[in-house]
C-alpha cells in the first residue's frame, strides 16, 4: 500500500502546465504568472468557471501524495485521471461525470476539505476533460482499482496486485486529537461507505480511543484504509489513523456501545447496557431524507454536523442552525430546590460554552440549555446523562427547540432564565484553546489551575472539604499553579466542581475546576 503514494501519474512540464491557465476566458488567468500559489488575494479576482467534471485542487501540502488527491474525489463516484503540478501545490482531478464532480464541489462548500489537516480548495477547472501523457501503468491500475472497488465490481487479479492485497479483513484504528467524542456508530456508518461491517470493538489504549473493525472482504479493508486514512472526522480534529491488524476475525462477546457483532444482533449487552439506544434507531430511521441521504454517494460521515449527529441519533447542520439540533439540550430529573441556572451554567460549560439556560417555569425540575453548536450539545449529553447533581440522577437529551428565548421585556421570571452569551467564563472561546484537549468524562480527581502562590495544600483540602465531601488525595504539580484533587465520589466532585469553579481566592485570582483523566 505504501508504494502507492510515490506514484507519478501523468505530471505535465514546462509550457504544457502554463497553457493550462492560459485558454481563453479563463478563470484562471490571474495566477498565470506562476509565482502565486493560488494566493487568497489573486484568488478575489478568480472568475466561477462553469461546472465541468474535471476540478482543479489548490493549496495542498508539499508532501500530498496522488492516492491522497484521489481520496478527495472517491466517496463521489469515479475518479477517471488526475494530474499533480507538484511545483504550485496543485492537481487537476477528473471524474466520471459532471454530476459527481457537482456533488463534490457542493459537499466541499459546506465542509472544508483537508489533506494531511490542510484545508485545501476546490473549484471548477476550465477544462472538460483531462488529457494526459501516463508513462506509468501502475498509476492507472490505482486509478482502476480504486474505481472497480467502488463501484461494486469484483477488480481483475493485476489490479488486486496493484492494491497490494493485504490479507486481513481487520482495520486498527486510532483516532487522533479527539476533541469531540466518536461513538462506535460513527464509526459504523463511516466505513460501512466502503463494504459490509461486520463486527466492531472499541477500546482506550495509552490514553488513545482504540477501534478494531471487521469487514466481510479483506478488498474493503484496503479500499478504506486507502480513502480514510489521514482523514478528519470533525473538522480539524478526530484524525483517523488506519492500519491492517494481524488479527483476520474478531471474537465479540457483547452488543452494546463498546463492542458489536452485526452478524449476531442475539448477542447480550454484557454490561447492562442496551446494545443500541431505541430512540437512536429511532430517529435514524425516520431521519431518512437526512444530510446523510441527501448527498449521493457522499462520505457525509466525514462532515463535523453528520459524525456529531450520526451520534447524536439525529441530523443537523452543527453550528448552522440548520434542521434538527440547534446545540439545544432538555435536562431533566433536577433537584428543583437546589438548582439554579448559574450551577447548569458552570457544570454544562466543562463541555461547551453555554449560551442561555432556562429552567422550565411549569415544571421546575427540567431545563432548557443552550450551547454554541451541535457538537458541543452532543459532547455535553454523552458526558453528563446520568451524572449525580444535588443527589439525583440527570437525565440529558436532546431538543427539539432551535434556541432558548428570553422572558419578554418587563416579564419577570423569577430569573429562571439567564443568558449567559458575553461570559468571560466561556472555556472554548478561543479556537485551538488548549482545552480541547483537556475535556474529560466527570471523575473524582479534578484538575485545579491558577492556584495563588500563596495557597498551601491545607487551604485547597480544607476549601473543598467544606463545599461538601472528603477530599481523599491531593497533589501539587512542580510549579505550584497547578494540581490534582481527589474527592471520595464522582457525584463530591461534580458538587464542588459547580461550587469552586471561578472561586475568587483573593488578589483577583479566580481557581479554574475541571475533570481530570488522572489518579493520585
Known sequence: ??????????????????????????????????????????????????????????????????????????????????????????????????????????????????????????????????????????????????????????????????????????????????FYPVTLDVLQQIFSKFGTVMKIITFTKNNQFQALLQYSDPINAQQSKLALDGQNIYNSCCTLRIDFSKLVNLNVKYNNDKSRDYTRPDLPAGDGQPSIDPNVAAAFNKDSNSLLGKIPGAMNPLSAAAAAAAAAGRVALAGHGQGGSGGVLLVSNLNEEMVTPQSLFTLFGVYGDVQRVKIL???????????????????????????????KIIRVTLSKHQSVALPRDGLDDQGLTKDFT??????????????????????????????????????LRLLFSNAGGTVKAFKFFQDHKMALLQMSTVEEAIQVLIDLHNYNMGGNQHLRVSFSKSTI
Open 361 to 391: 417555569y411549569n415544571k421546575k425540575d427540567s431545563a432548557l440549555i443552550q450551547m454554541s453548536d451541535g457538537n458541543q450539545a452532543q459532547l455535553a449529553m454523552s458526558h453528563l446523562n446520568g451524572q449525580k447533581m444535588y443527589g
Open 422 to 459: 458575553n461570559s468571560p467564563l466561556h472555556r472554548f472561546k478561543k479556537p485551538g484553546s488548549k482545552n480541547f484537549q483537556n475535556i474529560f468524562p466527570p471523575s473524582a480527581t479534578l484538575h485545579l489551575s491558577n492556584i495563588p502562590t500563596d495557597v498551601s495544600e491545607d487551604d
Open 1 to 178: 500500500m505504501d508504494g502507492l503514494g510515490d506514484v507519478a501519474v501523468g505530471v505535465k512540464r514546462g509550457s504544457d502546465e502554463l497553457s493550462m491557465y492560459n485558454s481563453p476566458n479563463s478563470g484562471m488567468s490571474s495566477i498565470s504568472d506562476g509565482t502565486s500559489n493560488g494566493s487568497d488575494s489573486k484568488k478575489l479576482r478568480v472568475e466561477e468557471a462553469p461546472p465541468s467534471r474535471v476540478l482543479h485542487i489548490r493549496k495542498l501540502p508539499n508532501e500530498a501524495s496522488e492516492t491522497e488527491v484521489i481520496a478527495l474525489g472517491l466517496p463521489f463516484g469515479k475518479v477517471t485521471n488526475i494530474l499533480t503540478l507538484k511545483g504550485k501545490n496543485q492537481a487537476f482531478l477528473e471524474m466520471g461525470t459532471e454530476e459527481a464532480a457537482i456533488t463534490m464541489v457542493n459537499y466541499y462548500a459546506t465542509v472544508n476539505p483537508h489533506v494531511r489537516n490542510v484545508p485545501v480548495f476546490i473549484q471548477y477547472s476550465n477544462h472538460k476533460e483531462l488529457k494526459t501523457d501516463v508513462g506509468n501503468s501502475r498509476a492507472q491500475a490505482v486509478l482502476q482499482a480504486v474505481s472497480a472497488v467502488h463501484s461494486g465490481g469484483s477488480p481483475s487479479s493485476d489490479v488486486q496486485e496493484a492494491l497490494a492485497a493485504a490479507s486481513s479483513p481487520v482495520l486498527r484504528i486510532i483516532i487522533d486529537n479527539m
